[in-house]
């Protein structure tokens, strides 16, 4: 048995049941199983829905049918979150938060109890629940498994976490009076202004603040961190984070790092741009999205619409029906759609990566998402960054301040078209040492993913110390 359990770990994967963790979970999954991982993935039944509708899956298929037929041993299961199917998730965030660290944690309890019940073949060894989950440490322990987070942002996002009471202390947490200030006391990170934390170290929102304060504790106890980033990209903070707890960069976990079996994860059904790309030149198309999160104030879409026409850019903009975070539909300015017939495309979602990898596009307007970042780094696309909220605020700063491969649009909360229109000439026109930087980065993620690289290297030690940790169970 011990033998058997060596030979083939069944890990239990858990997302959090949003677009930005269920992809680079179900990607970490193909991953997994490509290695010889035996893997249950574990979505809601509301995620199911979603991505059975964007999909148009058949009755009884599931986002891995294609990788099961082609021999991968990963297992689907949908459990509820504790919400009915109809409830409206996004409007009800706060709600919604509740119930995944309550009912969520219980309807996971009983599922894995279950699974355990069921003396799988092979036997469940592992969890890895995403760090945004505050119940891994407790299932984990109440059913003597390895406990794995797996962490989707960048190493220095947890890093800055691990510092809060180091924030608390020097009076840069929660706080507005010294936006001057540089930060220079985060173990690994060099230097940080107070306005690039995560807006959970900014907020007065207690209810997000404490949420992802459970996580993190939660995730401090882990027994291995995996974390959706690349060693040479932060190499000095992933060393200070590996001074407290087992780290290893696997990044960037998707479909072109490990397999030519390409899987759509996708929420939304996505609309097809490629026609609309093949009749522009190379290099010349904006992209623009804030992902699938973020809402956006009507005047600043006003001043980014202004700031377009302004530019006289090409672009496709993915304008999701619930950017402004509210149910109204009319979301662009008056004329804009018929100002930029021909010029512009405006749809509610789309392949990104698709869209990314195009040669048409020259330019990436960009939220900050995480996976947005890596997504773009990978299409070799300079973004011009319009942060909104949590991580994306520190991404900014790795992608501005430290990378200088995008440019701001504007000064936090002072959009000004005018500006808009500039920066956005900045990125399409692509200076040399934007160019160089873009290209120098994708060579780093590449050889990272290659056979002897970084990401490859150490998703390898993680199975193997895993799989040591699994036998001293
Ligand atoms: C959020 C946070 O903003 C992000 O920083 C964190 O790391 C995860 O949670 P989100 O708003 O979803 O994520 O942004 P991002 O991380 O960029 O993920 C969005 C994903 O949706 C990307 O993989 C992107 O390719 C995809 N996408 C986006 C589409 O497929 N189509 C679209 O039209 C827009």
């Known amino acids: 048995m011990e033998l058997k359990k060596h030979l083939q770990p069944h890990a239990v994967l858990i997302p959090l049941p949003l677009q930005g ?55 689907y299961a949908k459990i509820s979150d504790g919400f009915p199917l109809s409830f409206d998730r996004r409007a009800n965030a706060r709600q919604f938060m509740k119930g995944l660290t309550h009912v969520f944690q219980t309807h996971v309890d009983d599922f894995i109890e279950n699974l355990v019940l069921s003396k799988p073949n092979p036997p469940i060894s592992c969890i890895i629940a995403d760090s945004f989950h505050v119940w891994g440490s407790m299932i984990a322990k109440k059913y003597n498994l390895v406990n794995v987070s797996f962490w989707t942002e960048p190493a220095t996002v947890l890093t800055v976490f691990y510092h809060m009471n180091l924030l608390k202390s020097n009076g840069h947490f929660g706080s507005h009076d010294k936006y001057e200030d540089t930060i220079r006391y985060i173990p690994g990170v060099q230097t940080i202004k107070p306005e690039d934390l995560p807006s959970y ?77 093949n009749s522009k030149q190379d290099g010349t198309v904006l992209y623009i999205s804030f992902g699938s999160l973020a809402n956006l104030s009507k005047q600043d879409i006003l001043e980014i619409a202004q700031g377009i026409l302004i530019s006289k850019v090409s672009f496709i903009w993915v304008l999701r029906h619930n950017i402004l975070g509210s149910g109204e539909r009319n979301i662009l300015p008056l004329g804009f759609e018929e100002e930029t017939t021909g010029r512009g495309l405006v749809v509610p979602w789309c392949s990104q990566l698709a869209v990314l990898s195009h040669p048409a596009v020259g330019g990436f307007l960009t939220h900050c998402g995480w996976n947005s970042i890596l997504e773009s780094m990978w299409c070799k696309v300079p973004m011009v960054c319009f942060p909104v909220l949590a991580d994306q605020l520190t991404n900014r700063k790795l992608v501005v301040d430290d990378w200088r491969i995008g440019v701001n649009l504007c000064t936090r909360g002072l959009i000004r078209r005018e500006l808009v229109a500039e920066n956005i000439g900045r990125i399409m026109s692509r200076s040399d040492e934007l160019k160089k ?37």
Request: aromatic share 8%.
């Open 437 to 473: 930087n873009i290209e120098k980065t994708k060579i780093i993620l590449q050889n990272a993913l290659s056979d002897e690289g970084s990401s490859e290297k150490n998703l390898n030690q993680f199975i193997e110390d895993m799989k040591n940790k699994i036998l001293q169970k």
């Open 21 to 75: 963790h269920i992809t680079p979970f179900t990607h970490l999954a193909m991953k997994l199983a490509s290695k010889g991982f035996t893997i249950t993935f574990v979505d809601t039944e509301s995620t199911h829905q979603q991505i059975a509708t964007a999909q148009s899956l058949k009755d009884g298929d599931n986002p891995f049918s294609h990788g099961q037929k082609c021999g991968l041993d990963i297992r």
């Open 201 to 277: 170290c900014q907020d007065d929102d207690p209810s997000a603040c404490n949420y992802v304060f459970k996580c993190i504790k939660d995730a401090q106890k882990a027994d291995f961190v995996i974390g959706n980033t690349v060693q040479e990209l932060e190499s000095s903070t992933i060393s200070a984070l590996q001074v407290q707890q087992p780290f290893y960069a696997i990044g960037p976990v998707f479909p072109t790092s490990f397999t030519k079996r390409t899987i759509s994860t996708s929420l939304l059904p996505a609309s097809d741009c490629t026609n609309w790309l």
